[in-house]
């Protein structure tokens, strides 16, 4: 199918006032300005003139299906808040895609999140890359896992006070956190030990260790492999999360960092990656005293590779544009408020090769608006994901076959 006569946001070095995007099996096999397209009577084509087409938005931190939508504890699948730090847990064991809100989601645009454990614990599980078609998750994944869940600060505080048991303060968090990474660190230097021992008759006496699920869990990320997703909310957590990461060479995301805008500089310097928000939202808790959606703009301005998310269910996720909208509204750069919801989200996860920008040999997966989509009246008319409309209001229909 060819969509032809549209402005087309690539997310690439530049856009298209004029063009066309042709799809294919799932991908886009052809996208250019209007002056290169060639009709083809065999392929239908949709005129969309005066549109505009759009690259499937991300969102790069919810947690989408962990907590299902209008339930109480029968849908809350997001904290093992009984354990400290369970490593071996897996998003993909708890998802339920057929939750309304991935209907909700690719509705707004949204075509792929990443959804995991919360923040609990100060390790929490592995999380997973998406696609919001809905359905059996396993044939959702763009990637999994995609991170490592670790918690700073108030909330494993919280949690672990109210059952009588630590961690109870910031210095126990870090410390579980920099235990469970030494025991996968000796539990992979063992792995390699009775590796080489291996039919050596030295004396030596180095049998594999016993299995253990969390540090087994733990080896890609100390390995430099996996990132972890570091929440925190406060500077000082923030860079509590930095100091752990560099002290075990860890590649990081820093998530929410709502107080960042005042340390703005200083994780530039980090070349920290920050994932940032939800600031559509009150401030129900001490961390978030200094919430601000002036936060994005200040972020991208100094420099620094970030994401806007919506921390759904905490922002409901089809809210995403207008969160960035509202960080354009507070002094953002428009460009980058797009980019915050596209190309930027998917590099910092490592999954640019397939979506977050519309180039030929990715995923087909856009929204066609007829406005700009980060106002709040915004809505695409249609959506597609993998090169099947999800959602359309009749639009195809009635501009196809514009050959």
């Given at each position: 199918?060819?969509?032809?006569?549209?402005?087309?946001?690539t997310?690439?070095?530049?856009?298209?006032?004029n063009?066309?995007?042709?799809?294919?099996?799932?991908k886009?096999?052809?996208i250019?300005?209007m002056?290169?397209?060639?009709?083809?009577?065999?392929?239908?084509?949709?005129?969309l003139?005066?549109?505009r087409i759009?690259?499937?938005?991300?969102?790069?931190?919810?947690?989408?299906?962990m907590?299902d939508?209008?339930?109480?504890?029968?849908g809350?699948?997001?904290?093992?808040?009984g354990?400290?730090a369970?490593?071996?847990?897996?998003?993909?064991?708890?998802?339920?895609s057929?939750?309304?809100?991935?209907?909700?989601?690719h509705?707004?645009?949204?075509?792929?999140v990443?959804?995991g454990p919360?923040?609990?614990?100060?390790i929490?599980?592995?999380?997973?890359?998406?696609?919001t078609?809905g359905?059996?998750?396993d044939?959702?994944i763009?990637?999994?896992?995609?991170?490592?869940?670790m918690?700073?600060g108030e909330?494993?505080k919280?949690?672990?006070?109210?059952?009588?048991?630590?961690?109870?303060?910031?210095?126990?968090t870090?410390g579980?956190?920099?235990?469970?990474?030494k025991?996968?660190?000796?539990?992979?230097?063992?792995?390699?030990k009775?590796?080489e021992?291996?039919?050596n008759?030295d004396?030596?006496?180095?049998?594999l260790p016993?299995?253990?699920?969390d540090?087994?869990?733990?080896?890609?990320v100390?390995?430099g492999?996996?990132?972890?997703?570091?929440h925190?909310?406060?500077?000082d957590?923030?860079?509590?999360?930095?100091?752990?990461?560099?002290?075990?060479?860890?590649?990081?995301v820093?998530?929410?960092?709502?107080?960042?805008?005042?340390?703005?500089d200083e994780?530039?310097e980090?070349?920290?990656?920050?994932?940032?928000?939800?600031?559509l939202?009150?401030?129900?808790k001490?961390?978030?005293?200094?919430?601000t959606p002036?936060?994005?703009?200040?972020?991208?301005?100094?420099?620094?590779?970030?994401?806007?998310?919506?921390?759904h269910?905490?922002?409901?996720?089809?809210?995403?544009?207008i969160?960035?909208?509202?960080?354009?509204?507070e002094?953002?750069?428009y460009?980058?408020?797009?980019r915050?919801?596209?190309i930027n989200?998917?590099?910092?996860?490592?999954i640019d090769?397939?979506?977050g920008?519309?180039?030929?040999g990715k995923?087909a997966?856009?929204?066609?608006?007829?406005?700009?989509?980060l106002?709040l009246?915004?809505?695409?008319?249609?959506?597609?994901?993998?090169?099947?409309?999800v959602?359309?209001?009749?639009?195809?229909k009635?501009?196809?076959?514009?050959?």
């Amino acid at each position: 199918m060819n969509f032809i006569n549209a402005y087309i946001y690539t997310a690439e070095e530049r856009n298209i006032e004029n063009g066309y995007l042709s799809v294919e099996n799932g991908k886009i096999t052809g996208i250019g300005s209007m002056e290169q397209y060639v009709s083809n009577n065999s392929e239908p084509a949709v005129d969309l003139s005066g549109m505009r087409i759009y690259p499937g938005f991300i969102d790069a931190h919810t947690h989408l299906g962990m907590w299902d939508d209008g339930l109480g504890f029968e849908g809350d699948d997001g904290n093992e808040d009984g354990q400290t730090a369970p490593a071996s847990l897996r998003a993909i064991d708890a998802i339920n895609s057929f939750d309304r809100c991935f209907t909700e989601a690719h509705e707004a645009g949204i075509t792929a999140v990443v959804t995991g454990p919360g923040s609990a614990n100060p390790i929490g599980g592995t999380m997973a890359a998406i696609k919001t078609t809905g359905g059996r998750v396993d044939n959702i994944i763009i990637k999994f896992p995609v991170s490592m869940k670790m918690a700073l600060g108030e909330n494993p505080k919280t949690t672990h006070h109210n059952r009588d048991e630590s961690p109870m303060t910031r210095m126990a968090t870090a410390g579980i956190i920099r235990e469970s990474l030494k025991k996968a660190q000796r539990y992979a230097e063992d792995i390699e030990k009775a590796k080489e021992n291996d039919g050596n008759d030295d004396g030596g006496d180095y049998d594999l260790p016993d299995y253990d699920a969390d540090c087994e869990a733990l080896l890609p990320v100390i390995r430099g492999e996996l990132p972890v997703h570091i929440h925190a909310h406060r500077r000082d957590d923030i860079f509590t999360g930095i100091r752990i990461a560099e002290e075990f060479s860890l590649k990081y995301v820093l998530v929410h960092a709502t107080e960042g805008y005042m340390i703005a500089d200083e994780l530039a310097e980090c070349k920290a990656d920050i994932f940032s928000g939800p600031f559509l939202s009150d401030r129900s808790k001490p961390e978030l005293v200094n919430l601000t959606p002036k936060s994005p703009g200040i972020i991208a301005a100094a420099g620094i590779r970030s994401a806007i998310v919506t921390d759904h269910p905490v922002v409901p996720i089809q809210y995403l544009p207008i969160c960035a909208g509202l960080a354009v509204r507070e002094g953002m750069d428009y460009d980058s408020a797009l980019r915050a919801i596209t190309i930027n989200p998917a590099e910092i996860l490592g999954i640019d090769d397939t979506v977050g920008s519309l180039k030929q040999g990715k995923d087909a997966d856009f929204s066609i608006f007829d406005c700009d989509p980060l106002t709040l009246a915004a809505k695409p008319v249609a959506v597609f994901i993998d090169g099947k409309a999800v959602y359309d209001t009749g639009i195809i229909k009635e501009r196809g076959n514009g050959r």
